[in-house]
């Protein structure tokens, strides 16, 4: 339990209980999901670079329908 409470207020902790209770709810609904396997994380260190990000996020739904995972 003290390797429990000392892990309670990192990210990975909170980020762990928001995927188990999206899963649950999808399980429960009966809806297809599945998390992404691999993901990669970034520390932003400056505004422009965060600027970049935010942009690439906001326009890449644009461009899902040309991605070669569509459809």
């Known amino acids: 339990m003290q390797n429990i409470s000392q892990r309670k207020n990192k990210l990975s902790f909170a980020i762990g209980n928001f995927k188990s209770a ?10 297809l999901f599945a ?5 990669h994380d ?3 260190r400056k505004t422009d670079e965060m600027n970049r990000i935010a ?3 906001e ?6 329908e040309s991605d ?4």
């Open 22 to 31: 999206v899963t649950k709810f999808a399980n429960q609904n009966q809806i």
């Open 35 to 39: 998390w992404q396997t691999r993901f």
């Open 42 to 44: 970034h520390i932003i």
């Open 55 to 57: 942009e690439y996020i």
């Open 59 to 64: 326009t890449n739904v644009l461009r899902w």
């Open 68 to 71: 070669e995972f569509y459809g």
